[in-house]
């Protein structure tokens, strides 16, 4: 199977994986990217059987609303049961790198909320040491400066995304050749620069589940 179809396996497995508990008041969080797509678009099948979404990005709501599925503000929402989002990085503790796509603040917020996190990745996310996909950062536009300064004393290389804006008008800066052997020191200490938003690891916050898209099948790890 090619990434693509790992890609459909993975998203085809936790629609498979949620719908049975989901009824007309459910509202489940979706994520951003390629897979979180295939995912949208597994889920819209089975419309009748839950309420609606949330949605971690513009791009996302409007994917669901295409689909006809009513996209939510989290604020008006008191229980998400699930969440459900691709990575960019995986290891084995469930310990993520996302926001290749950018969103990763609105994604770690809609994870932060969810009961149930499943990460649906195909097996070339899989790896030991988190940090060869280079690390998002959203940094507010005036601390760009700043932020790759502090970025730099932590030991990191830190690229400007040209021309990208985040949905919340902020910047990001993509850090390449951080260690990133203790993630949630990592996370923690890159939270606690002044200008930082949000930094693209889910260590604090892991995934519950991870369907794995391998040759040999979707791997459940928890
Ligand atoms: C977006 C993300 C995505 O989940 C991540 O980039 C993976 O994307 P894809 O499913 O297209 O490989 O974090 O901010």
Redesign the pocket.
Known sequence: MNQDEL?QAVAKAAVDHIVPHLDSDSVVGV???????LFIDYLAEHRNGFDGAVA??EATAERLKGHGIPVYDLNSVSELEFYV????ETNEHLE?????????TR?KIVAAVARNFIC???GS?KVDILGRFPL?VEVIPMARSHVGREIVKLGGDPVYREGFTTDNGNIILDIHNLDISRPIEIEERLNNIVGVVTN?LFALRPADLLLLGTAEGVQRIE
């Open positions: 890609k994520g951003t990217g390629s897979t979180a797509n971690s990005s989002d691709g990575a960019d993520l790198i996302k926001g290749g796509g950018g969103a990763l994604e649906i990745a195909d996310k998002p693209g």
